[in-house]
Each structure stands twice: as structure tokens, then as C-alpha cells.
């Protein structure tokens, strides 16, 4: 029995997956609040043309230049785990297997792409990027990877994680970046959300308004703005997770996973492992895919199916996805990279064709799942990735009640060292469940009924 398999450097894959051309019924384009599809040009005074050619790409694999493998080696490929401490301890009959992302220098799985949009932002001539980061994951991945490949970086930091986790500010300060509270008096959108109000937790949607404003206000060109989630190439960029999985799988002798689980903020690191094995199902595999949400921040289970804006300024083009609204400011759950209201518009198309089952989870379950499994396992996973590891012990426990011996693939998408102050409010038992209420889930569609609609388009087969 193996309980972690590793490949070596010559094994890491050297394409990445795109799923777009593969969705039975293609995404629909990102529009203008006319209804006019934006094209490729639309993006260039915020991304690189070359990171726009890939978020436009209807190629299945892309070739993943050496030069960003050469930076990957620093931890790719990661392990395969099998997690039978927890096994064990559920008495379950079902096999866990899990990507361990958490060995990345930056502690999650955001370097993947991270470290790309750096790599292909350096070839186009950027000389500074600017992002917004909510629990600082994000922050910290681009810090690291701009430091490497010779790039500034500016970080519109979500106000509450700035106060509650003043550890990841001083993370990106190390690797050379420049990181600052959101809102900010930096920009015209963080001086009207404060002006709105001036005590405002902030959220990703306004950090996301200020990133974008002070890429664009360089009238140079050289200030690029970085997504760490939600768009197709970011997405893309994290499949080498989910091909890893597949040689790792291969070696010991595993066909395929029954299940796949990732937790889901913008959709990244969820579809980094599940979309290589979307692939799979599209074309006649039975396996049940699983993305997993916070009750307090419910997306893809109960939000709209619309076209929205990214960011609460409006800022962006306006994007099919599942969207909580543009203006929603969720509730402050510890699990701060999970309290976007949008998603990744692949996955939501996904979800609209029913490839994949998303579920919501409350926040004292997955505290719960992520204590048994730091006592069990090891690892203290991310306050992200416990709604990962909750979904996985409800789907091991199922097993056992069944008696099948079900294989369960996971991906942990980071530690959670960075997070102990929300560990420490599970323990004082300051933390509650909270769903969110009927009345801001139908405020969206309020906000949002003088935009284009989405089409539901599915094929019916799933
Ligand atoms: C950012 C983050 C997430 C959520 O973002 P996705 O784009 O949905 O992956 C999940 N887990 C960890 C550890 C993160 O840092």
C-alpha cells in the first residue's frame, strides 16, 4: 500500500488542460452592459495579450513553457497522499487520496498560476502588477512569484484579513512586494466605499475595483492587473494539479477516482484537480464531481445563473457565472478565500450541465472536519480547504454506512498556519453557523434585472 506517491521532474506534465473546448455547450462570451461580446482587445489595457490569447484559446493543450517549469521544480510535483490515519479513524472502507498543494512556498496552490501570469507578464513588457487579495493567499503567491521572475507588486489587501492576519502582509513584504488595506484613499473606487462607509470590512469585489484602477491609471502600459482566480487561463494553469493526480494514480495502480472534491472560492484550485477528470466524465467516465461552498457565502447552491460584474465597481466586463450579486458583501467567516460572490464562469457552466454536484457546508463542520484531520493526518489545512476535508468525511462516512469501498480523490489546496486565529475562535467557541438569509439572495436578482441574461444551455446528458 502506498501513502504517498511522488513523481519525479522529468514526469510533471508539459501541458496544461483547457476545458473550454471540451463543454458540451460552449461558455458564453464576457459582454458589455449593451449585450456586445467584448473581444480579446477589450482586456488589454488590464491583462498581457498573451495571457488574453490563452483566456480566449479553444485549443485543448497548451504547452507549458520550460522556463516556468524550472520555477515549479521548487515544489511540483507535489504528493500524492493517501490519508489512512483519517481512514482509520472513520473506520470507513473508502480510499482518500489527496493532492497536497500546502507545499508550496506561499502555502496553497495559487503559485501555479501565480508564477505563469508573472512568467508571461515579464515576456510582454510589465513592469508592475497589481492585485487584490482577501485571506492573503493570493497576495503572497504573486509576491513570491514577481520577486522571482524581476517584477514590482502591489496588493489590495481585503480590510478585515489585513487587521485579522497581519502575518501574510509581512509574508509579501519578504519576497518584495507592497501591500496595503482595502479599501484604500489610493484610488477613486476606495475613496467612494469608504465614503459609503468608512468602517467597511471591505470585500475581494472592491480590493478587485482598486487593483484594476491602478493598473489602468498608468497611462505607460506597464501596470498590468493579475487575477488569482475565477478566469479560464488562471484556471487552466492550475490543471497540472489534477494531471499530476492522474500519473500518480496511474502508478500505483488506481483507474479512476469515484469521487473528486475541491472546496471553491473563485473556482480555481477546484477545477485545477477536477477538470483533467471532467474530461473523463464528459466522455463516459462515472465519477462524481464535487465542488464545496460555505453556507454563509452560497454561490453556486443557491445563487443566480447571470451574466454579473467581477468586481462591485462594475469595473469588468460582465461574465456567465453564479453570483451572489456584484455589491454582496458576504458575512465574515474565517474562511476569507471563500467569500467571492461570483464564480469561475467554466465551472458555473459545468454546473449548468450538471458535470458537477455542488454543496454547501456550515462553518462548524468543516472546523470540526479540519481539527479530526490535523489530529489524524497532520497537516492543519486552510480554513478553505476544511470545507474540502468536510465534504470528503461525509462522503467517507456515506461509504461506510453502504459498504463500498469508494475511491476519494481531494485536493488540499493549503495549510492553514497563516489561519490559527480562526482555530482559536473555533476553540472559544465564538463561531456560529450562518446561513445566508432568502432576502440578499433575492436582492440579486433586483441588481442585476437590467442586464443581458445568461441561456441555460445543457445537452441533458448528465
Ligand atoms: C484562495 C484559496 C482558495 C479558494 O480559491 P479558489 O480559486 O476557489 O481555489 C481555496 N483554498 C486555499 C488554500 C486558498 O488559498
Known amino acids: 500500500?502506498?501513502?504517498?506517491?511522488?513523481?519525479?521532474?522529468?514526469?510533471?506534465?508539459?501541458?496544461?488542460?483547457?476545458?473550454?473546448?471540451?463543454?458540451?455547450?460552449?461558455?458564453?462570451?464576457p459582454i458589455g452592459p449593451d449585450g456586445t461580446p467584448v473581444p480579446p482587445q477589450g482586456w488589454y489595457k488590464i491583462f498581457p495579450e498573451?495571457?488574453?490569447?490563452?483566456?480566449?484559446?479553444?485549443?485543448?493543450?497548451?504547452?507549458?513553457?520550460?522556463?516556468?517549469?524550472?520555477?515549479?521544480?521548487?515544489?511540483?510535483?507535489?504528493?500524492?497522499?493517501?490519508?489512512?490515519?483519517?481512514?482509520?479513524?472513520?473506520?470507513?472502507?473508502?480510499?482518500?487520496?489527496?493532492?497536497?498543494?500546502?507545499?508550496?512556498?506561499?502555502?496553497?496552490?495559487?503559485?501555479?498560476?501565480?508564477?505563469?501570469q508573472a512568467w508571461y507578464n515579464k515576456q510582454f513588457g510589465t513592469k508592475t502588477i497589481t492585485t487584490e487579495t482577501g485571506a492573503g493567499q493570493w497576495g503572497s503567491a504573486l509576491s513570491f512569484s514577481c520577486g522571482l521572475v524581476?517584477?514590482?507588486?502591489?496588493?489590495?489587501?481585503?480590510?478585515?484579513?489585513?487587521?485579522?492576519?497581519?502575518?501574510?502582509?509581512?509574508?509579501?513584504?519578504?519576497w518584495g512586494a507592497n501591500c496595503v488595506a482595502s479599501p484604500s484613499n489610493e484610488t477613486n473606487a476606495g475613496r467612494s466605499f469608504l465614503e459609503k462607509d468608512p468602517d467597511t470590512p471591505g470585500s475581494l469585489g472592491m480590493a478587485i475595483s482598486e487593483a484594476i484602477e491602478a493598473a489602468v491609471a498608468d497611462s505607460s502600459g506597464a501596470t498590468k492587473y493579475s487575477l488569482g482566480s475565477v478566469l479560464n487561463h488562471v484556471l487552466m494553469h492550475q490543471t497540472i494539479i489534477g494531471l499530476e493526480a492522474k500519473k500518480q494514480l496511474a502508478k500505483i495502480g488506481v483507474g479512476k477516482p469515484d469521487i473528486v472534491i475541491g472546496c471553491a472560492g473563485g473556482g480555481s484550485n477546484f477545477a485545477g484537480l477536477a477538470f483533467p477528470f471532467t474530461y473523463d466524465k464528459i466522455n463516459g467516465a462515472d465519477i462524481e464531481i464535487i465542488p464545496v461552498e460555505p453556507t454563509s457565502c452560497p454561490t453556486m447552491t443557491r445563487g443566480l445563473f447571470a451574466y454579473d460584474f467581477g468586481d462591485t465597481a462594475g469595473t469588468?466586463?460582465?461574465?456567465?457565472?453564479?453570483?451572489?450579486?456584484?455589491?454582496?458583501?458576504p458575512p465574515p467567516i474565517h474562511a476569507g478565500g471563500l467569500r467571492y460572490h461570483g464564480m469561475a464562469p467554466l465551472v458555473s457552466q459545468a454546473i449548468v450541465e450538471g458535470l458537477f454536484a455542488p454543496r454547501s457546508i456550515h462553518q462548524i463542520e468543516c472546523y470540526q472536519g479540519a481539527v479530526q484531520w490535523a489530529r489524524t493526518e497532520g497537516i492543519i489545512p486552510a480554513p478553505e480547504t476544511s470545507h474540502a476535508i468536510a465534504a470528503v468525511i461525509q462522503?467517507?462516512?456515506?461509504?461506510?454506512?453502504?459498504?463500498?469501498?469508494?475511491?476519494?480523490?481531494?485536493?488540499?489546496?493549503?495549510?492553514?498556519?497563516?489561519?490559527?486565529?480562526g482555530y482559536n475562535k473555533y476553540f472559544e467557541g465564538e463561531l456560529s453557523d450562518y446561513a445566508l438569509p432568502q432576502e440578499e439572495i433575492d436582492k440579486t436578482e433586483e441588481e442585476l434585472k437590467d442586464y443581458p441574461k445568461a441561456q441555460i444551455n445543457k445537452s441533458g446528458k448528465w
Not at 1 to 25: C, G, H, T
Not at 152 to 160: A, N, P, T
Not at 413 to 419: C, E, I, K, T, V
Request: net charge positive; proline share 9%; charged share 25%.
Open 395 to 421: 462522503e467517507a462516512l456515506k461509504a461506510k454506512q453502504e459498504g463500498k469501498e469508494k475511491t476519494i480523490l481531494f485536493n488540499l489546496s493549503g495549510h492553514g498556519l497563516m489561519d490559527l486565529v
Open 150 to 174: 524581476g517584477l514590482e507588486c502591489k496588493v489590495f489587501m481585503v480590510r478585515i484579513s489585513f487587521d485579522q492576519k497581519p502575518f501574510r502582509k509581512m509574508m509579501m513584504q519578504t
Open 50 to 116: 498573451n495571457l488574453i490569447e490563452q483566456e480566449y484559446s479553444q485549443k485543448r493543450w497548451l504547452d507549458i513553457p520550460d522556463e516556468i517549469l524550472k520555477i515549479l521544480y521548487r515544489w511540483r510535483p507535489s504528493p500524492l497522499r493517501r490519508a489512512v490515519y483519517l481512514e482509520e479513524a472513520l473506520g470507513t472502507p473508502a480510499k482518500i487520496y489527496y493532492k497536497d498543494e500546502s507545499v508550496s512556498p506561499a502555502g496553497s496552490h495559487k503559485p501555479n498560476t501565480a508564477v505563469a
Open 1 to 29: 500500500m502506498s501513502i504517498k506517491v511522488f513523481l519525479n521532474e522529468d514526469e510533471i506534465p508539459r501541458q496544461w488542460y483547457n476545458l473550454a473546448p471540451d463543454l458540451p455547450s460552449p461558455l458564453q462570451p
Open 316 to 329: 469588468t466586463p460582465l461574465a456567465p457565472m453564479h453570483t451572489l450579486g456584484h455589491s454582496f458583501v
